[in-house]
């Protein structure tokens, strides 16, 4: 193990440290230090059990655990999977004190989350993170929650966990495909908040996708601190928090129209990036910028086939949306970003027709 670095989140009493760092699966950090209580409910998948379990429970070692394995995939994000969640809670006596712990992506970082803001009015909850999207986005900052059919995490809370554990070598094992949808979240923080970073991530997207370790800890480094100081500065997203949904609003309107599944995540919000950078208008430079790095990471930089129409309806169900009215995360320049209701309806037409 080498190099081990934490980065707060400083939120008052309900700060809590993010630590990253690699072999911390492998005896490099002592998770039981961090439970409040004697016992504590690991929430799994399938496909990350067998990777990453029993290293986990390694680390909890002197307490009570138990654990569910959950089916994989979006599809799964679902109030079904939470009442599960619940149910083996309450089948195993959990109490207040009983501590959650989510090993593996997004899906079951959301997902646990929202179970623990749920079960006995809340718990605490501790994320995991296995991706390269959930180490750099999903597990820091406290959304919880689970898709609806008529919109994309439109049920959920606000919980922060009481602490984030990456370890990095968990990514050695990450297929190549959610490996280049994470870098899709990183690219964000690039061009909303920091044009050195986007640049640093143009000069080093072939390290980053060859997985190599020192690349990739700087990556997650930057993108962490970077979401921890705008959580700190909006934690319920009453204004700046906004700009991480830079690409969401597309993205999600993608996901809710394919059904869930069909493209990952950060593939959908890949395309919505480029579809913002372009519904921006303000620069025209930092737009093709955006769309080449994507397109090198081997991300979508268009839109599926789609009708315009079905993608407006869904984008009615954004969380952005106010007064009825459509809000879009825009770009100044590179770096730069800013909520807004006045876009160019016209240009918003020619980049959801890019379509088809
Ligand atoms: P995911 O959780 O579906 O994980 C991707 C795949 O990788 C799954 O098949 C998973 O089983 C597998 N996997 C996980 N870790 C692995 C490992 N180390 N080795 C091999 N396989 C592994 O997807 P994701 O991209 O991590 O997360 C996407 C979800 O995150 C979406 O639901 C999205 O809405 C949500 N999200 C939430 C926030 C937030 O702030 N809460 C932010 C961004 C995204
Ligand atoms: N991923 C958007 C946010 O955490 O606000």
């Not at 504590?40 to 429970?57: D, H, K, M």
């Not at 049920?155 to 094992?173: K, S």
């Not at 100081?229 to 969401?248: Q, Y």
């Not at 493209?263 to 959908?268: D, K, P, R, S, Y």
């Amino acid at each position: 193990m080498s190099d081990t670095r934490s980065i707060t989140v400083e939120l008052g009493e309900r700060s809590y440290p993010i630590v990253i760092g690699n072999g911390l699966l492998r005896g490099g950090f002592d998770l039981s230090a961090h439970l409040g209580g004697p016992d504590c409910l690991v929430v799994t998948n399938e496909t990350v059990e067998p990777l990453y379990l029993e290293p986990l429970l390694a680390d909890l070692s002197g307490k009570q655990v138990r654990a569910i394995a959950l089916p994989d995939g979006e599809a799964y994000k679902t109030l079904e999977t939470v009442e599960d969640i619940l149910d083996t809670l309450v089948e195993g006596g959990a109490n207040r004190d009983t501590t959650l712990v989510a090993l593996g992506g997004g899906v079951v970082g959301d997902i646990t989350g929202f179970a623990a803001a749920c079960y006995m009015r809340g718990v605490d909850f501790i994320q995991v993170p296995t991706t390269l999207l959930a180490q750099v986005d999903s597990s820091v900052g406290g959304k919880t929650g689970v898709n609806h059919a008529s919109g994309k995490n439109l049920i959920g809370a606000f919980h922060q966990p009481r602490a984030v554990l990456i370890d990095t070598d968990t990514l050695q094992t990450l297929p190549d495909r959610e490996l280049r949808a994470g870098l899709a979240e990183v690219i964000k923080y690039g061009a909303i908040v920091d044009a050195e970073f986007f640049a640093w991530i143009e000069d080093n997207l072939d390290a980053l996708i060859g997985r190599d370790a020192g690349a990739l800890a700087v990556a997650i480094r930057r993108s962490c601190e970077l979401k921890a100081a705008i959580v700190a500065d909006d934690e319920r997203e009453s204004g700046r928090r906004a700009i991480l949904n830079f690409g969401h609003t597309f993205g999600h309107a993608i996901e809710r129209c394919q059904g869930y599944g069909e493209w990952l995540h950060g593939e959908a919000v890949a395309a919505g990036m480029v579809m913002a950078a372009k519904l921006s208008g303000e620069d025209a430079a930092a737009a093709e910028r955006i769309r080449k790095l994507l397109e090198r990471a081997g991300l979508p930089t268009r839109p599926p086939a789609i009708a315009a129409s079905d993608l407006l309806a869904a984008m009615g169900m954004d969380k952005k949306v106010r007064k009825k009215q459509l809000r879009f995360v825009l770009l100044r320049e590179l770096g730069n970003a800013f909520v807004s209701s006045d876009y160019d309806a016209a240009r918003l037409g020619a980049v959801l027709g890019a379509a088809n």
